[in-house]
């Protein structure tokens, strides 16, 4: 039976303080702990509430036959522990149901994969503790900070030990090759499977959906349904990802992407032959269909080039490669309560930020309290200046006083 695979991301950043030239040495205080709390009860009033309810509902009243995976970042975890208790606790009665699959991925939502590779897998395992902290469950099938992808990334995923990974299908690597099946990735020789995003009908909901110049509006549920039903009789898996935020923030209540998410798995499931999968369960049932082959760094957000948003201009490649040359006196410092505020600056959002305006989406902008890709870089940078001389002075001697507060966060 072929089977649809649904995936959210839940992702939320901290949100930087706008720190000027004059506070460097003087204040050390990031982040902005009243702009943190109101994002993540506006996001979570607007979208996460109401989805996660809706998708227990559905559970319910479909006899388990829902399916659904997330990846929520350590950083969104951290703040629901401590803005939002209820949103873990609605998480943990979802994953009860034994229909929700928690997946892998970067603690700090960063791009480590593409600068350190111990840094990396120090965020990976970081994160697969927090899952298993509060949720009793260990993440098998890993999602990389946007769908970012190579190769690469598959051989250093699978000796981590996750058994599958998530990626974008892009057409012109897929050479008319089908996403709606397994693959497999070049030179592992033990079980490992990509699960291609496909890109059409996840943007007809993630982007398109509400839209009134698009000539399929408005998307009901029968009609998406009847999209996936006309699909080939070989499919193995269609792949739909996306943010959670779709729900509720992306596409407000009016657009009515409540009611069509409450039906679609109704209206799917009415045809026999078809059911959903978690990712795991997917991966178990069939063999890779081929090989993707992916030499060169992808993601979502870039269908034609082969490399990222995150890190195309040159204030993005200034700040990138200024944190990860962080890392010796970071590890040095052998003080836990530096690398995580380190990890913390990594967070992919805040080089996004730095996009030029073309690039960006309102979507994104709407979580960067920033005027200008501009005033992001400067503040960024000042940011980094102020850590690096902690970094330094701490190497220097180990009885400097401390910089930050006795709970790791500066503010």
Not at 156 to 175: P, S, V, W, Y
Not at 229 to 255: P, R, W
Not at 362 to 380: F, G, K, R
């Amino acid at each position: 039976m072929p089977s649809v695979c649904l995936y959210f991301k839940i992702h939320q950043p901290y949100q930087l303080k706008k720190y000027n030239v004059t506070e460097i040495g003087n204040s050390h205080c990031y982040e902005d702990a009243v702009a943190d709390e109101a994002n993540i009860n506006v996001v979570s009033d607007e979208s996460y509430v109401r989805t996660n309810r809706l998708i227990y509902e559905v559970i319910q009243s479909a006899n388990k036959q829902l399916k659904v995976n997330y990846s929520i970042s350590g950083l969104t975890l951290d703040l629901f522990k401590k803005y939002r208790p209820d949103i873990l606790e609605s998480i943990r009665l979802l994953i009860n149901t034994g229909c929700v699959e928690i997946l892998g991925e970067t603690y700090y939502h960063s791009l480590s994969f593409l600068y350190s590779k111990k840094e990396f897998e120090r965020q990976v395992k970081k994160h697969s503790k927090l899952v298993e902290d509060l949720f009793g469950v260990k993440p098998l099938v890993f999602r990389n900070t946007e769908l970012v992808y190579n190769n690469q990334l598959a051989k250093n995923i699978a000796e981590l030990g996750f058994k599958g990974i998530l990626c974008e299908g892009i057409d012109r690597l897929l050479n008319g090759r089908s996403a709606n099946k397994l693959y497999a990735a070049p030179g592992i020789e033990n079980n490992f499977t990509l699960l291609l995003r496909n890109v059409g009908l996840s943007d007809d909901i993630a982007f398109r959906f509400g839209e009134q110049h698009w000539k399929e509006h408005p998307l009901t549920a029968e009609k998406f349904a009847e999209w996936i039903h006309n699909h080939a009789e070989d499919t193995q898996g269609i792949n739909l990802f996306m943010d959670y935020e779709t729900f509720g923030v992306h596409k407000h209540e009016s657009t009515g992407v409540f009611d069509f998410l409450k039906a679609l798995p109704g209206t799917i499931l009415a045809n026999p032959l078809w059911k959903f999968s978690t990712a795991s369960e997917l991966i178990d049932e069939y063999f890779p269909a081929d090989i993707y082959d992916v030499p060169k760094t992808i993601s979502w957000k870039d269908k034609s080039k082969e490399c990222c948003v995150w890190c195309e201009n040159m204030m993005q490649n200034n700040t990138l490669k200024k944190i990860y040359s962080l890392e010796n006196m970071v590890l040095q410092s052998n003080d836990e309560k530096l690398k995580d505020i380190w990890g913390r600056l990594q967070s992919a959002d805040y080089f996004y930020f730095m996009a030029d305006d073309s690039c960006q989406h309102q979507w994104y902008s709407n979580h960067n309290n920033y005027q200008s890709a501009q005033e992001v870089y400067q503040s960024y940078k000042n940011i980094l200046t102020d850590f690096e001389i902690i970094l330094i002075q701490k190497a220097l001697s180990a009885a400097q006083p401390s910089y930050y507060t006795s709970t790791g966060i500066l503010y």
